[in-house]
């Protein structure tokens, strides 16, 4: 094969080649771009949760003690 010319087929076949590394080179970096933004949405979506159940926390005890002053105050009937 030293000075014998390359098939066409060769040719085609080392193109295909090159073309499929540089495309699995691409999809790669791509993946990998798309990996840390999912990532990153997950950590946005726990702090929203966390906030979320702070929110919820407060609110629970907050209404238990706005009942009651509503009712001392003479604003709200008593349970009954």
Known sequence: MS???DSL???YLRRIDERQERLERDFGR???AIEVRLAAIETRIIAVEAR???IEDWSRDTSGRLD???RRLDLADAPA
Do not use: C, N, Q, Y
Request: hydrophobic share 55%; net charge positive.
């Open 3 to 5: 000075g014998e010319p």
């Open 9 to 11: 087929m060769l040719i």
């Open 30 to 32: 791509r993946m990998g």
């Open 52 to 54: 979320m159940t702070a």
């Open 68 to 70: 009651r002053i509503a």
